[in-house]
C-alpha cells in the first residue's frame, strides 16, 4: 500500500494562513503599515488617558471659574460625562440603521471623543 501524501495547504480565504500556520510564524514579518498602525493607535491612546485626566488636573480651576461647588463638579464630571456618553451613542444607533457601515465606522470615535 503506497503512503498517503498529505494535502497542500490552501490558504484560509478569511485569515490567508495556510493550516497550521500561526499570526506568529516567523514566516509572516510586520510590515511597515501594520508598525505605523501600532504607533498611531499608540498615540491616540495616551492622548484618550491625558484627555481623561486633564478636568481631574484642572478640577480646583474649573470651580473657580464657574463658581460651582465641588459637588456640583462631581456631577458635571460623573453623571454628565455618562448622560453625554449615552446621549452620543443613540446618535451612532441611528446613523446605523440609516447609513451603510463604513460612514458609522467613522463616525462612532467622533461621537465618543
Wanted: glycine letters at 6%.
Amino acid at each position: 500500500m503506497p503512503p498517503v501524501k498529505p494535502a497542500l495547504a490552501e490558504p484560509n480565504e478569511t485569515t490567508g494562513l495556510k493550516s497550521g500556520e500561526t499570526a506568529g510564524s516567523p514566516e509572516r514579518k510586520a510590515t511597515a503599515a501594520a508598525w505605523l498602525t501600532l504607533l498611531v493607535l499608540t498615540i491616540l491612546n495616551v492622548l484618550n488617558f491625558i484627555d481623561r485626566f486633564l478636568p481631574d488636573a484642572y478640577a480646583n480651576f474649573i470651580m473657580e471659574d464657574l463658581h460651582i461647588s465641588a459637588m456640583q463638579l462631581g456631577i458635571l464630571s460623573g453623571f454628565g460625562f455618562t448622560v453625554r456618553a449615552a446621549a452620543s451613542s443613540l446618535v451612532v444607533v441611528v446613523a446605523e440603521s440609516t447609513r451603510d457601515r463604513n460612514s458609522v465606522c467613522t463616525a462612532a470615535p467622533a461621537d465618543h471623543a
